[in-house]
């Protein structure tokens, strides 16, 4: 009987025996933290809110990984931040670091990559519709923890014009790319002979 987990893309690329499956989790939890602390440095300055590659890469492995891997995988990305490594958009981590500006971003990712994996999970990545539909609401999740936060900061007003609004475009197409991703994925193992 074939569960949820076993369902998700990271699985069907990478199966595994049951007594395996927490050295394998485990590989890709690290693997994809280290794709979020890489896509952090791709940025373009915005102040006081970076545009990085992050919001792809969470949405992403919400669809391959499923709720539960990809909520690991994001909260292990958050804790190497809270711990000091510099994994983060800024050269700087630490509590403090979370506490400011992305704070409330980066707890959206939280949100949004087991929110994307559990419908992932229910079959919504092998559709380009209910994927973009549910990548949508992953950014919606991470935007209104982002706005919720830096509105706290420095008001509602200054909050949409500077962490919201420039980041409108990028985040179409960000979700667009991290759909067409997965997408392509499950057609290649589709047409895979085997699999």
């Not at 992050?54 to 909260?75: D, K, N």
């Not at 510099?86 to 704070?103: H, I, K, N, Q, W």
């Not at 990559?113 to 519709?129: F, Q, T």
């Not at 997965?182 to 047409?191: K, N, T």
Request: hydrophobic residues 65%; aromatic residues 8%.
């Amino acid at each position: 009987m074939t569960d949820a987990l076993d369902a998700t893309l990271a699985a069907t690329l990478w199966p595994t025996r049951r007594s395996l499956r927490f050295a394998r989790n485990a590989a890709l939890a690290v693997g994809g933290a280290l794709a979020l602390a890489l896509s952090a440095k791709i940025q373009v300055p915005f102040a006081p809110v970076p545009m990085t590659l992050q919001s792809l890469v969470v949405l992403a492995l919400g669809a391959a990984y499923g709720a539960r891997l990809a909520a690991a995988t994001v909260a292990l990305y958050l804790l190497e931040g809270l711990v000091g490594l510099p994994v983060f958009a800024g050269a700087l981590a630490g509590p403090a670091y979370m506490a400011g500006p992305t704070g409330g971003f980066l707890a959206g990712f939280l949100v949004a990559a087991p929110l994307v994996g559990s419908l992932a999970e229910r079959g919504w990545d092998r559709s380009w519709r209910l994927l973009l539909a549910a990548m949508a609401l992953g950014h919606l999740a991470i935007f209104t923890l982002g706005f919720a936060w830096l509105a706290i900061l420095i008001g509602p007003e200054k909050a949409f014009m500077l962490g919201v609004a420039p980041f409108a475009l990028a985040t179409i197409v960000k979700t667009l790319l991290a759909c067409a991703l997965v997408v392509a994925a499950w057609s290649a193992l589709d047409r895979a002979p085997g699999v």
